[in-house]
């Protein structure tokens, strides 16, 4: 998806420098030291372990290269080399309107930070952005697109002004029944949905660590819910986190697509797997959406705005 005001360049941009970031893997609890590098045009993201042989350490930022989908998203290349818990990074680098990026990273994990991706967005904001020669694309949606996992379901929508609406249903008292529709655009990315934190439940945790998983998971990166309760003391940052998270994480498994996508999103109870699923639909199906480039995408939302019925925007 489109996030935000950069993203209406018509040409690609990069980071201005190269910014470091450390901290520890959601679910390995491994120390992990990353840096984020320029990278030239037509590159878009791609992944460098520093950890591996350098022949096998590139892996491409792409839907094409996930091979896992269970508790996050997993990418993987030709030689076993994988890198976990991507979809944090991949949703702020989109938001910030950056298209070509290479990322260093000593480990295969993303580390979690907060447990959202704004403290990615701001380090990506510090680092500014470098504006390149070559023209920028993304993929408009002519036709409607979707997938049904049982009661799950994910549609893509044409729509002028890029828009997500995500409904979660949760039999735990403390979350329950949230809905939110927001349009992605003027940085209200960043202040709506990029500060939201991923969850677990307590009942889970003890069954997941055993398994070797959430072993870096603490209350300083995630929100614990308790069956009825909040167990963090600050309490959650927005009433509605839960479903804002579930946004962010659609988001970054979107931007695999590696284009930005001019459409509408409806997706109920979302998570990786769906998400994937949607991408792959979208890509067996190249009737249903074009490349175009950002001026023509322009002109076509003008047109929208101008001799169309006005798009209300919405938020929380």
């Known amino acids: 998806m489109v996030y935000s005001h950069p993203l209406y360049s018509t040409i690609q941009c990069t980071i201005d420098q190269v910014m470091p970031c450390v901290g520890v893997g959601l679910h390995s609890g491994h120390r992990v030291t990353m840096q984020l590098h320029p990278a030239a045009p037509n590159t878009g993201i791609i992944f460098v372990r520093k950890d591996v042989p350098s022949a096998h350490s590139v892996i491409k930022a792409c839907w094409k290269n996930v091979v896992d989908t269970r508790l996050c998203t997993v990418l993987g290349n030709e030689h076993g080399v994988t890198v976990s818990t991507v979809?944090?990074?991949?949703?702020?680098?989109?938001?910030?309107?950056?298209?070509?990026?290479?990322?260093?990273?000593?480990?295969?994990?993303?580390?979690?930070?907060?447990?959202?991706?704004?403290?990615?967005?701001?380090?990506?904001?510090?680092?500014?952005?470098?504006?390149?020669?070559?023209?920028?694309?993304?993929?408009?949606?002519?036709?409607?697109?979707?997938?049904?996992?049982?009661?799950?379901?994910?549609?893509?929508?044409?729509?002028?002004?890029?828009?997500?609406?995500?409904?979660?249903?949760?039999?735990?008292?403390?979350?329950g029944t949230q809905n939110l529709s927001i349009d992605l655009v003027d940085n209200l990315f960043d202040t709506e949905i990029a500060p939201a934190r991923t969850f677990g439940f307590a009942s889970e945790l003890e069954q997941l660590r055993a398994q070797g998983l959430a072993l870096g998971g603490s209350m300083r990166n995630a929100v614990l819910v308790d069956e009825t309760k909040v167990v963090n003391e600050e309490g959650l940052r927005f009433d509605d986190e839960f479903?804002?998270?579930?946004?962010?994480?659609?988001?970054?498994?979107?931007?695999?697509?590696?284009?930005?996508?001019?459409?509408?999103?409806?997706?109920?109870?979302?998570?990786?797997?769906?998400?994937?699923?949607?991408?792959?639909?979208?890509?067996?199906?190249?009737?249903?959406?074009?490349?175009?480039?950002?001026?023509?995408?322009?002109?076509?939302?003008?047109?929208?705005e101008t001799d169309a019925a006005p798009i209300a925007r919405s938020g929380s």
Not at 278 to 300: D, P, T
Request: glycine share 8%; with cysteine; proline share 6%.
């Open 87 to 175: 979809e944090h990074l991949l949703a702020a680098i989109r938001s910030c309107g950056i298209d070509n990026m290479m990322i260093e990273i000593n480990g295969d994990e993303v580390p979690i930070l907060d447990g959202s991706c704004a403290p990615i967005v701001e380090i990506i904001r510090k680092a500014g952005i470098a504006p390149q020669r070559l023209p920028r694309y993304g993929i408009w949606i002519d036709h409607p697109i979707q997938v049904r996992q049982g009661e799950r379901f994910a549609i893509l929508e044409p729509s002028a002004v890029p828009k997500i609406t995500v409904g979660i249903d949760f039999d735990s008292a403390a979350i």
């Open 243 to 304: 479903v804002r998270h579930k946004i962010l994480d659609c988001c970054g498994d979107l931007a695999l697509a590696g284009l930005p996508i001019f459409g509408h999103l409806r997706t109920h109870r979302p998570g990786h797997r769906l998400n994937h699923a949607l991408l792959r639909e979208m890509f067996a199906h190249r009737n249903s959406w074009r490349k175009l480039s950002y001026g023509q995408i322009m002109q076509r939302v003008e047109f929208s």
